[in-house]
């Protein structure tokens, strides 16, 4: 059974950091490119940042220089470091894998993350 369980999210002052991590299980992990997402209300989905399995990355615009995405083959873990959390940053937050050949993809349930005083 493939499972991605996102933890770490919560509530964070302007400036603060997070670490959310997310543990797969089901799958191959070292064949997929693990991926963060996050959806503020009302808004679409969109992609945060994304890490080969060699640990290539690549960053929206917005977080490059705050985020820092990493993961640990041999545990099947990915993280995402936020730092300079702000008040925009305020979303859901998912962990996503896509296989690097078929394209087979897999989302966890979310976590929720709140910047705010």
């Known amino acids: 059974q493939v499972q991605l369980v996102e933890s770490g999210g919560g509530l964070v002052q302007p400036g603060g950091s997070l670490r959310l991590s997310c543990a797969a299980s089901g799958f191959v992990f070292r064949n997929y490119v693990m991926n963060w997402y996050r959806q503020a209300p009302g808004k679409e989905r969109e992609l945060v940042a994304r890490i080969t399995s060699a640990g290539d990355t690549n960053y929206a615009d917005s977080m490059k220089g705050r985020f820092t995405i990493s993961r640990d083959n041999a545990k099947n873990t990915v993280s995402l470091q936020m730092n300079s959390l702000k008040p925009e940053d305020t979303a859901v937050y998912y962990c996503?894998?896509?296989?690097?050949?078929?394209?087979?993809?897999?989302w966890g349930q979310g976590t929720q993350v709140t910047v705010s005083t």
């Open positions: 996503n894998a896509v296989h690097v050949y078929t394209q087979r993809h897999y």
